[in-house]
């Protein structure tokens, strides 16, 4: 096929004979003549055949070039053979936008975990109320009220109280505690400062002050907004990579993942923070925080990967709580830091009748206890307690 | 001259898998580097590779396109979808109560129809607008706004219909489309022959309205009953099953892809025949179009780019398009010649900004032929 050249005002071609110089090519067509330099082409092909030549800015001309022609002017033009003269961007665009995606990633895993402290305080509670009313339609959904669990959730909330009182959480008179029958051993804050305490962490516990431990990490985590602010980073989250990083398939989940561990290192700090505070609660209220490491030495047993004679046992351990591993430090640690604050000589948070009675909520069986309680602590719930602000919930329903 | 007698001109498409799956992989690497943003390049690499493999006369069609162009479209998205999306998916859930923000989340997805129609119609003007043979311009006139409208009516009668109103509503698509699309100042014509436009798409859509359902109530009989008779013979026990989380995800997947392959097949008859009734119904200049699309050709195609972009994740999803392009093209051809001296070119401006909506939406599955 002969060299062609289209116009670009009609769609047809007139073939035409190239003259190749040092800096321009020419042709004529009819009476005119075509002195295109180089300096102004570009290509139109995708350099995988015979030369196209259009000028830039793009005047709709195109110069179809034979076979002879296209050799020619690569040899006398290398620079249109260059990435540039397709309109390929070259290593510098791709860093400058690997540099771009990164920099922006940054500027979120600093930006969202900045502002989403002050945004969290400043949640109104209607909408605060809002956010809870959601939490307790997922516990709603894999949990079930224990209709027989009243009383010991009464002493819970006495001795949550107490504890609170004496390191003098603001929010106390907000705190409430709920025990529900779930599979598996976890207490949750949310937002409406509630606590949710599951029937098989009370099992789990063979001391009040193991349990008592875990609900005075929870306050901390009610005292420090935390919940909120784990939510406004969550939902930054989501925003920031569907809109910036929309797109589909195998490269958002590489973003998306990129976030959620950023998420997950901040949400250990919170933890580490609830612990902290929680020692000092239960320091404050004379409670002894080794029993808080003995029940994180039994997670920590749990989460062990098991031997092989434990394994060929078939179900002589269960295999650790995926729930307690993904965001908490290592248990361990947790375990060390709770032992180095313990003091002799205090008394058990409940009495043994107290208890009892938690042990027994949602049908539990009162086991054989590792120490016994004594029957009268020290530092006992006064009986007259100011009352709680949330009245007990019905089954499959939210506190107000 | 009768179209019948008129000289055929075949579309070529030179494209080949192994060059185009270079290109695809580089672009799936670099996405990935880039945390996705490298998209806007990927998708306009792919499109330049697509297009300048497709000939007619000996001459390739031109992708001139910029990914500073679809970039712009995004920026522009930002504040007029993405703004509005954010404050229905994610603040209104929390800020509203549960019967609102339901209602507010509805409202959005109802909303949603005429938007996706008008994303298709400024996805299609742009990539017409960009998309040049022998230096002229093709375009897309009219204005999507209308088309979202009329697409929004013809949802609610597919719905109403129980989907017997879809091929009418497929042809009454393709009209609008093509009655708008322009060849420099040349329009098409979506021409009118005497039949109705659906003619011949009845029997294909029955069938895939019916073998459907009752296909995929055969593959899970037929999945359930081997799972039941495998646990039966004791191969696999109970406790192994629950044991095995990954064996039940496998029965899922092999269900989901069972349910993939009859919806291409049992679809394809209706598919084929609808493109090539389009083809059949379009002209420029005198010239109209013919396209050999067949139900076991088209079935094949259309699972190999569905098994390619589940198994690669969605990153080569490009390469979907690359056969849907390179099977439409291989069996085309346009019969009789248009005066191709008078046709000159387009007057409308191009315009800067891209596709907008259409990344919004992920319409294009990484190329954008739509």
């Not at chain 1, 109280?161 to 804050?189: C, G, H, K, L």
Request: hydrophobic share 50%; aromatic share 10%; net charge negative.
């Amino acid at each position: 096929m002969q060299t062609r050249y289209a116009d670009g005002r009609a769609a047809i071609t007139h073939v035409t004979t190239l003259d190749v110089g040092t800096d321009t090519i020419a042709f004529r067509i009819g009476e005119t003549e075509h002195v295109w330099p180089y300096a102004e082409l570009r290509r139109a092909d995708d350099g995988s055949g015979r030369v196209i030549l259009k000028r830039h800015p793009d005047t709709g001309e195109r110069l179809y070039l034979d076979e002879t022609d296209s050799a020619r002017l690569i040899v006398a033009a290398p620079g249109l053979n260059a990435k540039r003269a397709f309109g390929i961007e070259g290593p510098g665009t791709i860093a400058a936008i690997t540099g771009a995606a990164w920099s922006l990633a940054a500027v979120f895993l600093l930006a969202v975990p900045l502002g989403a402290g002050p945004i969290a305080d400043h949640v109104p509670p209607r909408y605060r109320a809002q956010i809870a009313d959601i939490s307790w339609s997922q516990i709603n959904a894999f949990t079930e009220y224990c209709d027989d669990s009243d009383e010991a959730a009464r002493i819970l909330n006495d001795v949550a109280y107490r504890i609170m009182q004496e390191s003098d959480v603001p929010m106390r008179d907000d705190v409430w505690i709920t025990i529900v029958d779930a599979p598996f051993p976890n207490a949750f804050a949310l937002p409406d400062h509630s606590i949710v305490v599951t029937d098989d962490l009370i099992a789990l516990a063979e001391h009040p002050d193991e349990l008592v431990g875990v609900i005075a990490h929870e306050i901390a985590h009610i005292e420090h907004n935390h919940i909120m602010k784990n939510i406004i980073r969550s939902v930054g989250a989501g925003i920031f990579f569907d809109v910036v990083f929309g797109g589909a398939g195998a490269g958002q989940m590489v973003a998306i993942a990129s976030v959620n561990l950023a998420s997950l290192r901040y949400s250990r700090g919170d933890e580490t923070d609830a612990d902290l505070r929680g020692l000092d609660y239960l320091d404050a209220a004379g409670i002894d925080t080794a029993g808080l490491a003995r029940l994180f030495d039994r997670f920590a047993e749990q989460e062990r990967p098991p031997t092989e004679s434990e394994e060929e046992a078939d179900g002589e351990r269960s295999g650790g709580f995926p729930t307690m591993l993904s965001s908490h430090p290592a248990t361990a640690e947790r375990a060390a830091a709770a032992r180095a604050r313990s003091r002799e000589g205090l008394n058990p948070s409940m009495t043994d009748a107290e208890w009892q009675i938690v042990r027994a909520a949602c049908g539990g069986v009162v086991l054989p206890q590792s120490e016994p309680a004594p029957t009268a602590p020290p530092n006992a719930p006064p009986t007259n307690q100011p009352p709680v602000a949330t009245p007990l919930p019905a089954p499959g329903t939210k506190p107000d | 001259m009768t179209v019948e007698t008129a000289e055929a001109q075949s579309f070529k498409h030179e494209g080949r898998f192994l060059n185009v799956l270079g290109l695809a992989l580089k672009n799936a690497g670099l996405s990935l580097l880039t945390l996705t943003l490298y998209r806007f390049w990927a998708r306009t690499a792919m499109r330049r590779r697509l297009w300048s493999r497709t000939s007619l006369m000996g001459d390739p069609l031109e992708y001139t396109g910029t990914a500073g162009e679809l970039l712009r479209g995004f920026l522009i998205s930002l504040p007029t979808f993405f703004l509005p999306a954010i404050f229905v998916l994610y603040i209104a859930p929390l800020v509203f109560d549960p019967a609102t923000a339901f209602w507010l989340v509805a409202g959005f997805y109802v909303i949603g129809v005429p938007l996706v129609a008008a994303a298709r119609y400024l996805m299609r003007r742009y990539q017409l607008s960009r998309t040049r043979w022998r230096g002229i311009r093709l375009w897309l006139a009219g204005t999507a706004s209308a088309f979202a409208w009329a697409s929004f009516g013809w949802t609610i009668l597919q719905t109403l219909s129980l989907g017997w109103y879809s091929p009418v509503a497929r042809m009454n698509r393709a009209k609008m489309m093509w009655e708008h699309t322009r060849f420099g100042d040349q329009p098409f014509e979506f021409i009118d022959d005497g039949e109705p436009p659906a003619k011949g798409l009845w029997w294909p859509f029955a069938l895939g309205w019916f073998a459907f359902p009752i296909s995929y109530i055969a593959t899970l009989f037929i999945v359930f009953a081997i799972g039941a008779a495998i646990v039966g013979t004791g191969a696999i026990t109970g406790e192994q099953m629950s044991a095995n989380p990954m064996l039940a995800v496998g029965i899922a997947a092999a269900v989901l892809i069972s349910m993939l392959v009859l919806i291409l097949f049992c679809w394809a008859p209706y598919n084929a025949a609808a493109m090539n009734r389009i083809a059949a119904l379009i002209s420029i200049d005198g010239a109209r179009f013919k396209l050999r699309a067949k139900t076991f050709s088209l079935f094949a195609v259309s699972l190999a780019g569905w098994m390619i972009t589940i198994f690669s994740l969605g990153l080569l999803a490009p390469m979907a398009g690359f056969l849907q392009v390179r099977y439409v093209f291989h069996r085309l051809e346009i019969i009789g010649h248009p005066k191709f001296a008078e046709i000159g070119q387009a007057i409308v401006p191009e315009g800067k900004a891209g596709e907008s909506l259409g990344d919004a939406f992920d319409l294009d599955m990484g190329v954008g032929v739509i």
